[in-house]
């Protein structure tokens, strides 16, 4: 496949290039809990924050039980509404994974559990209501799933982790139609087994070459033996032809440990991925090794800097991890790290920008449950990552306690979301390598649709800048190898960005929302003073516009190609006075008004006996270009009020329905006002 482009320069954050800011403590997440619809609604482990109605704003979706799907949908006054769309067959889901399988524009759910079948929720036309498909290939024991253009042919795959043998993977069409294929991936121990002990997956390009890399996190119970294929993690290396090798011991991500999740991010800003992997404390092994961090050294391989991290203590505690996810949760320009625990404990770790972090102690007020797994997204639109919290009883059975929402309280840091919508690519974009560039260097962001252990995260790439108030660019790699760049986008804002742009925005220099066709310019997203629409009539009025009620005012105020339609016509005299030379026309009107609060009408009933008597005075003595200098004038009372389009809008005393004019009359040389239409 294209290479991507990929920053060569090695900014680094420590020893060089400009830090946004300190590090910044986050004051304790707010329980928004009821402000949700399903508030009795225990997941267990599998969850997702997901845009699921393409309305740019994150939703949340939870499987009750582990069977029943509800989705509650963001709004944009803060509240939430909710669909329930029935139960799943089976026995309850162990992973889920979303994404638009059909490209229709709206996200499909994919979920399974033990034995249970291989479970697909296509969305209608508009994502109203779901139709289930249940998918052939064999009846496996699913944990963690991901969709993943794997073949980049421009439609999603889907890579099923089987927890008792080899792993299964399936051709999608681009249609919403997936056939199992094992061509796609054969993801066969290194280590000679029968291929089982697959827990947590994560589609990454951790090399930056421009091709997705799978890594996964091995755990087979009851071996205790660290040697033991079933147990040993796997790096699954893309060589750019989808051909697939296990890299992990050489690249120093195959710990002797059983391990549930990993995630890859950079944490110092460097400019290559670095990596986090949830191992289990309680195990009984030789040599064992706890959860760890690590630093790609440049040349893509990891070493362990946990020790240094200043983690230890936090990590011990946390014992069995579950969830793992690096976020910018404070918005201080560099990642964050969540981790949850099968025991319930659970850390938000915050960067200090020198490979060192530090746990927050009670970042979530859950009253004393502790969180067993979590998604991220923004969940307010306030541009600060929110989190929805499940406790699970065990590792991933629905507890009964109930999910809880909790929203990030934030700080005076600034940030950027991008949205994504592919057209070569998948249309949710998954698989993009989004990066942004500016005085701190390079922060990375992939979009993953399925991760950790079973979860899905927001497909909305969001960054952090502290106090930085400008953006060199924001470059998007998509997984076709196209690469799009917007330059200098404004800060504090979610930007929408659709493969293949630059596209054409227009003027809006009225600001009233639709952009003139004759002024225009390329982009990704619209610059100040422009947008997408071009079908304004009068870019100098803000008063005429598509959709905009028809006033009588001789101006096409609704820009359908006709001027005051619904009036028979005008009944009475205008009035213009002002400074210039031009002279001053008066026009008086004869007004009625039904007296009750109804509809005023001006001069008589019968438009065909109307007269509308026009007085017009010239100074002689003085001469512009609007008159002839002989104290005639230059114009027809009605065509000097065609010239001034914008001083009878200024007049215009009444709309239809009776209220007042939206624009209130100049001082000088504008129309002053009684005139009314006749319907």
Known sequence: MPSR??????LLAIGGAAVPATASALEPFTDASDLLNGTNVSSGAPMAVVDMNADGLDDIVRLDDGEDLEIEYQQPDGTFTRLQWGTLPGDGAWGMAIADADNNGYPDVFAGGAYDGLKLLLANDDGTDYDLVTLGGPDIFVQCVNFADID?????DLFVCHDDGLSSAYAGDGAGVFTYDLELIRAETTVPSDDSGNYGTTWTDYDLDGDLDLYISKCRLFSNNPDDGRRLNLLFENDG???FTDVALERGVRPPAQSWSADFADIDNDGDMDAYLNTHVSSPVVDHQRSTLYENDGDNVFVDIT??????????AIDVGIQTHFEDFDNDGFVDLLVTGASGEHRLFINNHDRTFTAEADPFPTGGPGVQSAVVGDLDSDGFPDVVAGFANGYNQPSGMSDRLFLNPGNDNNWINVRLTGVE????????MVELHGEWGVQRREVRAGESYGIVNSFTRHF????????ESVVINWPSGQVDTVLAPGINQTIHVTEGCPELFYADTDGDGFGDVATTTPGCIPPAGYVADATDCDDADGDNFPGNPEVCDEADNDCDGEIDEG??????TTSTSGSGSSGTTTMTADESSTGDGGTTTAGPTDPSTSTATSVTTVDPSTEDSSGTGDGTPARTTRAAAAAAPTARKASASTA???????KSPASNGTAKAACRCIR
């Open 5 to 10: 482009r990929r920053s060569l320069l090695r």
């Open 152 to 156: 980049t042919d421009g439609a999603v």
């Open 241 to 243: 032809d989808n051909n």
């Open 307 to 316: 020790d240094a991290s200043g983690m230890l203590d936090d990590i011990d």
């Open 425 to 432: 690519s998948n249309a949710s974009g998954v698989g993009a």
């Open 464 to 471: 952090g800048i502290g106090t930085e108030n400008a953006i």
């Open 567 to 572: 009036f028979d016509g005008c009944s009475g």
């Open 656 to 662: 239809r329905d009776g209220s007042a004019a939206r």
